[in-house]
């Protein structure tokens, strides 16, 4: 969430925007649109196609506003509003996955990097789009697991939920997207 977002509504937020209150809605996209676009892009890789599903994500959101019960946390919400919504747009355009078993998986996920110099500073922005082509690159239950572990930081337990799986085969899909990555990242050395 982003700094100063509350994590549960009050229940007088709740009832602001179970209501329509339009400014309780601004206030609640002003909040958490920019985590939900990052998480969105990272998944996506297009930001024209990420701010469309952020967009999708408030609107759906406003809708299944009286599905969310109050003391419930609102991100592990909004990102299964997040993660359905970009779901569905890939069956509309049934885009093609990619198979799991023809991945690399011997290799671990260690990548060791230090502050970049000015030399590798310039690199830099060449290591973020190959990270970014490689995540893109996973299939995507196990993009979204890694993006939700190690990019938004949530537990396993909240990626569990969000994906609809079991806490072991949350664990399963970020180990295993880790070593994808590792087989697809070799080489690159500065992922700050």
Known sequence: MEPGAPERLTVEQLEELTAGDEAAWYRFVAEHEHRMY???????????????????????????????RAGERLLPWLYQIARNTQI????????????????????????????PGPVQAAESVDAQE????????????????????????????????????????????VFRAKEQLAGLLAGVSDLD
């Open 38 to 68: 990052a998480y969105l892009f990272r998944l996506e890789g297009n930001a024209d196609d990420a701010m469309d599903l952020t967009q999708e994500v408030f609107y759906r959101a406003w809708r299944g506003i009286h599905t969310f």
């Open 130 to 173: 190959r990270v970014q082509a490689a995540l893109l690159q996973l299939a995507p239950e196990y993009r979204e697991a890694v993006v939700l572990r190690f990019v938004e930081d949530l537990p396993y337990e909240d990626i569990a939920r969000i994906q609809g799986v079991a806490l072991g085969t949350a664990k399963s899909r």
């Open 88 to 115: 569905e747009r890939h069956r509309r355009k049934q885009l093609q996955r990619f198979s799991i078993e023809e991945a690399h998986e011997d290799l671990g996920f260690e990548v060791q990097s230090a502050r």
